[in-house]
């Protein structure tokens, strides 16, 4: 088992999402003491009596949802179990970007859900947003389960729903767990509660210790974007010449035949450097410095990959994006390409579906894109791109689609259809 867990939290607004996080905070002694003092502080000038554990992350939050920035705060805690990294994303529509920002990583996410409220349209969004991204496991919590009297019949009809749109976006049935919980008063998330005899599956906390997590995908194909080129031309080193980058897939060692692209010229990985010294391998997620038997022409952008089974090579990518701007896309727009390190021009040349997360359904050449929307479509790159199918490479299946004017970001984009529904029309 990984002694790691990234986890996402996603919901509507005021589903109590910043009071389960602080209540996570709080009982996992994840909290400085002099953090703890303001908040109870706070809270009795509140005139509660007991600490408002939402203020252990709201002032950040309230932040964000003004404006200020829209930036996914992350957040560090460990049991003796497992260390947790939870990336804690804004509730409003508006933000929906964050989940994917949020998301990209996890591998795990809870979904709040209000008890009183049920499953809402934002709900379904947030969990078609996951599955697009591959988020292999999800906690629907249907907190302020206080709020309806612990009601069980309620607590089932929300879990029902869920788990039925949850299973038409691909989840399977075992990888969707329903917890009732009030992040309150603390049901559930640490210690069972007495108020729910009806439900004995484990806790959040227990199910986040335990939840198994798939390793890291060190046995994939090599893949490794440079970031630069390291060339000191010091009389210590005047003819040391290395490509800095972070492995994003697979395992890299002394001897294995490697392929550049886009150039396509083949040589061996001689050395892997470190500030600390040379490595005998380097795993995916570790930053290092590549040597190579010959002396290429590499610069920043290009990807040393595994010559055996190098990604495909393409200037026509068939993607799917999670619109995330207010300006609307439209067929025959002109947008900036950033896979890896390269940045490269592109065409929009057609919008072949857009996704209704509410309907579970497609709509066949869609005019637009608007704010929050999924779809998928053809882009034509200005040059060829060494890419992976998202559902198959993640991390080099990703890429942004960028504004040329501005620079500001439009979409995220994932090579292939990794939602099921969009390959039924």
């Not at 000038?45 to 992350?57: C, I």
């Not at 906390?205 to 390291?230: C, K, N, S, W």
């Not at 479509?377 to 998202?390: G, W």
């Amino acid at each position: 088992m990984s002694d790691l867990l990234r986890l996402a939290t996603a919901g509507s607004v005021d589903d109590g999402k910043s009071t389960l996080v602080g209540r996570l905070l709080y009982d996992t002694k994840s909290v400085l003491a002099d953090t703890l003092e303001a908040v109870h502080r706070a809270s009795v000038d509140k005139g509660l009596s007991t600490p408002d554990l939402s203020l252990l992350v709201d002032g950040l939050r309230s932040e964000r949802e003004q404006g200020i920035t829209i930036d996914v705060a992350y957040r560090y805690f460990a049991t003796d179990k497992r260390t947790f990294v939870l990336a804690d994303t804004p509730g409003h529509v508006q933000y929906t970007r964050n989940t994917v920002t949020g998301a990209s990583t996890a591998e795990l996410a809870i979904l709040l859900v209000d008890a009183r409220k049920g499953v809402l349209e934002q709900t379904r969004r947030h969990a078609a947003v996951l599955a697009l991204l591959g988020v292999p496991r999800l906690v629907l919590a249907v907190n302020k389960i206080d709020l309806v009297d612990y009601d069980e019949g309620t607590f089932q009809m929300i879990a029902k729903e869920f788990t039925a749109h949850a299973t038409s976006l691909g989840y399977p049935t075992g990888a969707v767990l329903a917890i009732p919980v009030s992040a309150l008063r603390g049901d559930n998330v640490v210690e069972h509660s007495p108020h729910t005899p009806w439900y004995a599956g484990p806790t959040l906390l227990d199910h986040l210790e335990t939840v198994p997590v798939e390793p890291d995908p060190h046995e994939a194909p090599f893949r490794f974007p440079v970031q630069y080129v390291i060339r000191p031309r010091t009389q210590e080193h005047p003819d040391y010449r290395g490509y800095a980058g972070q492995v994003a897939a697979g395992t890299v060692r002394p001897g294995d035949e490697v392929v550049v692209l886009p150039s396509g010229v083949r040589t061996t990985v001689v050395r892997v450097d470190t500030p600390d010294g040379e490595l005998p391998e380097a795993v995916a997620g570790r930053s290092v410095t590549l040597l190579l038997a010959d002396d290429l022409d590499i610069s920043r952008g290009d990807v040393i990959a595994a010559a055996a089974n190098a990604p495909e090579l393409t200037d026509e990518l068939s993607a799917t994006l999670a619109w995330l701007a207010d300006k609307p896309l439209q067929p025959n727009a002109r947008v900036l390409v950033k896979s890896g390190a390269r940045t490269v021009q592109a065409v929009v040349t057609e919008l072949r579906t857009r996704f209704d997360e509410q309907k579970l359904s497609t709509h066949d050449h869609p005019e637009t894109l608007t704010l929050n929307e999924i779809g998928q479509v053809t882009l034509h790159t200005a040059e060829p791109l060494p890419v992976d199918h998202y559902s198959s490479r993640g991390r080099t299946g990703a890429f942004l689609v960028i504004d040329p004017a501005d620079g500001t970001t439009l979409a995220a984009g994932l090579v292939g259809a990794p939602l099921p529904l969009l390959d039924k029309n």
